[in-house]
């Protein structure tokens, strides 16, 4: 997930003998491996896979020294980004002349390592975005009128009017990363699945997955809903009989949601519990739906009848 670290562990494999491959178990102490990133879907981009020792905030994207017992390295990786890119390690120290994880027998005929390129292992990182925001629509310079979400505080019971029952109204959708200010919510599932919706009123100032956005990026759509189903409710008022009203709007593709806002309607007076996220999955992984409370939806008019007392 974008902007989430997670635990890895590096093994440093010695040359294959008779006895097949093997952990170099002499290759230890503090080594300094180099990083490099190479876009894979998109082919660009500003975001560099990212490692840092375990326990520390000291992000690296260039070079890191790491600590080996018997082989093998634990770290933490993260990627400030969505899409697929390759990381590769290599231990720049690591020669033909000098490096552990060369058999001794090996070192004495340097045809058998004529095609070696050193200490190198390569590996593909996956990443979605945490989540999306719903924000104002004004900064994509839509030129319409209709009001932005932002504005939506209204209830059943209080609050700011936002707009009448059907009438249009505007939010960017933007996907964003995971924070440290994440941690704690229990809504992410080991295998990086989202596991419950996120509250995203407050997350419109937080840094996008603007690779989410290329065109050369995993394919997705993306989608307004509201509860629905025999049972569904408004957010307010959440009484008996309440209907849940009709959100009418249209998915807009990865590539669109840079460009262009929503554009919806709530056929009913109140407020709903607006949500957004990806139709299906991302790269194989559920991501977290957002949900903004947002109303103050109100008649359009009243219809005044004559009556007649006899």
């Given at each position: 997930m974008a902007g989430k670290p997670v635990d890895i562990a590096i093994t440093a494999l010695a040359?294959?003998?008779?006895?097949?491959?093997?952990?170099?178990?002499?290759?230890?102490?503090?080594?300094?491996?180099?990083?490099?990133?190479?876009?894979?879907?998109?082919?660009?981009?500003?975001?560099?896979?990212?490692?840092?020792?375990?326990n520390?905030?000291?992000?690296?994207s260039h070079q890191l020294s790491v600590h080996f017992e018997a082989g093998k390295a634990s770290a933490q990786l993260r990627y400030l980004d969505a899409g697929t890119a390759r990381l590769t390690l290599k231990d720049e120290q690591c020669t033909t002349s000098d490096c552990a994880v060369i058999p001794v027998a090996q070192r004495m005929y340097a045809r058998a390592l004529a095609d070696w390129q050193g200490l190198t292992g390569s590996q593909t990182i996956k990443a979605r975005p945490y989540t999306f925001a719903l924000c104002d629509a004004d900064n994509l310079g839509s030129g319409q009128q209709e009001k932005s979400i932002?504005?939506?505080?209204?209830?059943?019971?209080?609050?700011?009017?936002?707009?009448?029952?059907?009438?249009?109204?505007?939010?960017?959708?933007?996907?964003?990363?995971?924070?440290?200010?994440?941690?704690?919510?229990?809504?992410?599932?080991?295998?990086?699945?989202?596991?419950?919706?996120?509250?995203?009123?407050?997350?419109?100032?937080?840094?996008?997955?603007?690779n989410f956005y290329h065109?050369?990026?995993?394919?997705?759509?993306?989608?307004?809903?509201?509860?629905?189903?025999?049972?569904?409710?408004?957010?307010?008022?959440?009484?008996?009989?309440?209907?849940?009203?009709?959100?009418?709007?249209?998915?807009?593709?990865?590539?669109?949601?840079?460009?262009?806002?929503?554009?919806?309607?709530?056929?009913?007076?109140?407020?709903?519990?607006?949500?957004?996220?990806?139709?299906?999955?991302?790269?194989?992984?559920?991501?977290?739906i957002a949900i903004a409370l947002s109303g103050g939806f109100t008649r359009s008019s009243w219809l005044w009848c004559r009556v007649k007392v006899a």
């Open positions: 040359c294959p003998s008779e006895k097949g491959q093997m952990v170099a178990t002499e290759y230890q102490g503090n080594r300094t491996l180099t990083l490099e990133t190479v876009y894979d879907s998109p082919s660009t981009g500003s975001q560099r896979i990212q490692l840092a020792k375990p520390s905030t000291e992000w690296q932002q504005a939506a505080t209204g209830t059943a019971n209080n609050g700011n009017a936002f707009v009448a029952a059907g009438e249009r109204f505007a939010t960017r959708v933007k996907p964003v990363i995971w924070t440290e200010s994440d941690a704690g919510k229990d809504n992410i599932a080991p295998n990086g699945d989202a596991t419950k919706l996120v509250d995203t009123r407050h997350l419109c100032e937080r840094m996008e997955t603007t065109a050369q990026a995993p394919a997705a759509k993306v989608q307004l809903t509201i509860p629905a189903g025999d049972n569904a409710k408004p957010h307010s008022p959440n009484v008996a009989g309440a209907r849940p009203g009709v959100l009418t709007r249209s998915p807009l593709t990865h590539e669109e949601i840079a460009t262009q806002p929503f554009y919806a309607s709530w056929s009913e007076v109140g407020s709903i519990q607006l949500r957004a996220g990806v139709q299906g999955t991302y790269l194989g992984m559920k991501v977290n």
